[in-house]
């Protein structure tokens, strides 16, 4: 059965992957140490629509990615750091972990009642009144 919210989230990782490989072709990394992280991070992309529930690799692989790769660590999607949970949330501050279980309820107030959700849509709409405030 598919699932929306992991298919997304494995959008994100395909796209943080490619960031990766960049780094790697670029010569800014260790080679063979990037290759062997990128086959840990490739072994998590074929697990995890498996296996959503086991995300313990990804926390440890998203960890990494902010110590080993610190300069690339702002384009890390934060809703990695959110679905993978645990020690990456401490790279979020708390107000944008708050917007985040604001967004978690909503998702399953909507699976609850077999309504259709829009993660980046309703992410957007959570955040829309902080960004009025601030004008």
């Known amino acids: 059965m598919a699932n929306p919210y ?4 494995l959008a994100l990782l395909a796209q943080l992957r490619g960031i990766l490989l960049a780094m790697g072709e670029s010569g800014q990394v260790s080679e063979e140490s990037h290759e062997l992280f ?3 991070f490739d072994d998590l992309l074929m697990r995890l629509p498996d296996v959503p529930e086991e995300r313990h690799l990804g926390q440890d692989l998203i960890c990494q990615v902010f110590h080993r790769y610190p300069q690339i ?3 890390v999607p934060r809703d990695l750091l959110w679905f993978f949970g645990g020690d ?3 790279f979020m501050p708390d107000d944008e972990i708050a917007l985040f ?3 978690e309820e909503r998702r ?5 009642n077999d309504e259709p959700f ?3 849509r309703e992410k957007q709409l959570l955040a829309m009144p902080d960004q009025q405030s601030r004008h």
């Not at 992991?6 to 989230?9: E, I, L, T, W």
């Not at 399953?108 to 609850?112: G, I, L, S, T, V």
């Open 73 to 75: 660590a702002h384009l």
């Open 6 to 9: 992991v298919d997304h989230n």
């Open 108 to 112: 399953h107030e909507a699976e609850e």
């Open 118 to 120: 829009d993660w980046n």
């Open 101 to 103: 279980q604001a967004l």
């Open 88 to 90: 990456c949330l401490h």
């Open 38 to 40: 990128l086959e840990r």
